[in-house]
């Protein structure tokens, strides 16, 4: 019996569970069409199917990488990774009410990084960009303020 269980599969379900969650939430959410100009609901969209997406990908990668070893299994590093993200997925919800995205989504940006095995420099370097790029793309060209 072969054993798909291993840490690109696990990222990837959990990846498809919060687009699917997304998705379920987004039928709440007004959907104005391209004509009407870009509605509540447009970025929520893209975001869902690129997760969804990447999910169904990381999937796959699994699944091939199991068939390739099949006893090898590298699921015992998710344990502390994944209490982590979950711990800096809810500390990044409640911390957009008090210190405003930008600085919540750099701190969870930098955290999920570590715990998913980038190093430090990298990670530095990737929340900085991810950073001003939020920052251009919402409070420069939207005018929405982020603190």
């Given at each position: 019996m072969r054993h798909y269980f291993n840490s690109f599969t696990v990222t990837g379900i959990g990846a498809l569970l919060i687009a699917a969650f997304v998705g379920r939430y987004l039928t709440n959410i007004p959907f104005a069409p391209l004509r009407a100009g870009l509605g509540p609901a447009f970025f929520p969209t893209v975001v869902a199917v690129l997760i969804g997406t990447l999910g169904v990908l990381s999937v796959?990668?699994?699944?091939?990488?199991?068939?390739?070893?099949?006893?090898?299994?590298?699921?015992?590093?998710?344990?502390?990774?994944?209490?982590?993200?979950?711990?800096?997925?809810?500390?990044?919800?409640?911390?957009?009410?008090?210190?405003?995205?930008?600085?919540?989504?750099?701190?969870?940006?930098?955290?999920?990084?570590?715990?998913?095995?980038?190093?430090?420099?990298?990670?530095?370097?990737?929340?900085?960009?991810?950073?001003?790029a939020i920052y251009v793309v919402f409070d420069v060209m939207f005018r929405i303020r982020l603190f």
């Open positions: 796959g990668v699994g699944v091939a990488q199991a068939r390739k070893q099949p006893h090898k299994t590298d699921v015992q590093p998710l344990r502390w990774r994944s209490a982590l993200l979950i711990a800096a997925v809810v500390l990044y919800s409640l911390g957009m009410q008090y210190v405003g995205l930008l600085v919540s989504t750099a701190v969870f940006l930098f955290v999920a990084m570590i715990a998913l095995g980038v190093r430090l420099r990298h990670a530095a370097l990737a929340t900085a960009a991810a950073s001003a």
